[in-house]
Structures are given as C-alpha cells and as structure tokens.
C-alpha cells in the first residue's frame, strides 16, 4: 500500500535520526510549543504554590462566603408609604436572619447562600411566606402570612388611601452600596443584587415614575449597632506606641502572660 505524504516524511525523519537535514527543516513552531510549554509549567507551578501557602485565601472564594457575617438595611414600600418591618426570625439556621428594625444577618451557610448565590431573591426564599419575583411582591404581616393587602404585581393599582391612589405600579428592587450614594440603583430582578456589607436595600410596588426612598434612618442606625456589637476594640500599650486591633466579641486575648476575654470592652495593658 502506497504510503502518505506525512508518512513519507516521518520514515524521513527517522532514517536521519534527527540529523542535520532534519534539523534545518525543523518547523520554527515547534519551538513554540516548547516554549509555551514552560511558561505554563512554571505558572502552574506559582499557582500551586501560593495556594498550598495559603490555603484560607484559596478556599474562601467570591464574598460573602460561608462563616462570614455582615449587615443590610431593608424597607418594604408600597405606593409611597412604608410597610411595616417583617417579623425577626433570629434563631433561623438558614444564611439571612432578620434583626429587629428590619436589619438582615447575612451570614451564609452553604453553596446556595453564598458567593454569587447571596442574592435578595435568596433571602426572599428563605424568610417565610416573602415572595420577590420581576411580577410578584408578597410580604407576610404581623402574622406571618402574605394576604391580599400585602401582595402586589405589576399594574395593579394603588388603594384610594395610598400616596399614589389610583395609578398603576410596578414591582422594582432599589438598592445602595455605598454610605455617601445619593441615587439607588434599580432593577426588576432580585436575582441580581448580591448582598455586600453594610449595603441598604428596598423592596417596592411604586408607580414607574417613582424612585425607592432608602431605608429609615432607624433601620440604618440598626444596622451599623449590629455591626459594631460583632466586634471589640482591644488597644495594648507598649511603651509609647499604641497599636489598636479590632477582634470579634467573644475572642481570648493573652496580654502580658494574662488571659482576658473580651466581651465588647477595650483592655488596657499596663506600659513595661
């Protein structure tokens, strides 16, 4: 049987056994190759590394990320006027529990509350009766359960007693991340508000020319005393220089051979 073209050429090169001939007809690609080759070895090679050196880094993934804690301001608005907060649920084992003053606890859990997962469409799936969809906003009252005072979608029309009475409305989601942000960002789909610290967030049925107004200045302040009870200030005097470190509440601290656990105080260790 009649041998290929690149058969003919590999009998070649092995009859040269790389020779001269062969060596001046290499293809320069070749090189190329091999050249790619160890520049992707030695990345690999840092990457692995790094990681082995620091294995909490390489772990933890996109935030929040599970063991971690942060807080948010809510409002619930219907036709201009705020609802009344949702019912605190602190003992939920779930990644968001709501605080008094309509504070959340983002603290996730698992895979399908953290990361990219922390999203307000997963909070809503896990309190109780609290639908936000693009087309649907059910919020549970006092008892617990969403009725039909308390459930909203798009074009229905705000109650003869409202701000807004009798124009048509819309479900939309407003939210800040920033403390000094003036105007929110909007969006229809909760899915795509990922909880970040500190961040203030509202639900609302408001015609479409209305702008979401944030959260109460008593859900913000909340939500900033939230934050501030998770940790403690411990300030260590050596000297005359003052280091100030800020560990969670709760945590043991050894100063001066001493053992001190700091609930929400600051310890003051003697100079010398």
């Known amino acids: 049987m009649a041998k290929s073209a690149a058969g003919k050429w590999v009998s070649r090169v092995g009859a040269s056994g790389g020779g001269k001939t062969y060596k001046k007809t290499r293809p320069s690609n070749f090189y190329g190759a091999i050249v790619l080759i160890v520049v992707v070895g030695i ?6 590394r790094y990681d ?5 880094v390489a772990a933890q993934g996109t935030a929040p990320v599970i063991g971690s804690t942060s807080y948010a301001a809510l409002s619930i608005q219907a036709c201009g006027t705020p609802l009344a907060s949702l019912k605190p649920n602190p003992s939920f084992t779930g990644g968001f529990t709501v605080q008094p003053a309509n504070v959340i606890r983002v603290s996730p859990v698992s895979a399908a509350d953290s990361g990219n997962h922390a999203t307000l469409s997963q909070f809503a799936v896990e309190y109780p009766d609290l639908i936000a969809s693009s087309t649907e906003l059910a919020v549970p009252t006092a008892t617990g359960v969403a009725n039909s005072k308390t459930t909203y979608h798009n074009g229905d029309t705000c109650p003869a007693t409202s701000k807004y009475a009798g124009q048509k409305g819309r479900i939309v989601y ?4 920033l403390f000094g942000q003036k105007k929110p960002t909007l969006t229809n789909n909760p899915s795509t508000i990922k909880f970040s610290p500190s961040m203030r967030v509202v639900m609302a ?5 209305v702008i979401p107004s944030t959260p109460s200045q008593l859900t913000v302040n909340a939500m900033f005393l939230d934050s501030q009870s998770a940790t403690t200030t411990t300030t260590t005097a050596t000297g005359h220089a003052t280091t100030t470190t800020t560990v969670p509440s709760g945590t043991t601290t050894t100063v001066k051979g001493t053992t001190t656990t ?4 600051t310890t003051t260790a003697p100079a010398g």
């Open 52 to 56: 082995y050196q620091h294995p909490a």
């Open 174 to 177: 407003a939210y800040w991340r």
């Open 262 to 265: 700091t609930k929400s105080t």
């Open 43 to 48: 990345a690999a090679t840092i990457v692995a």
């Open 205 to 209: 049925f408001d015609p479409a020319n």
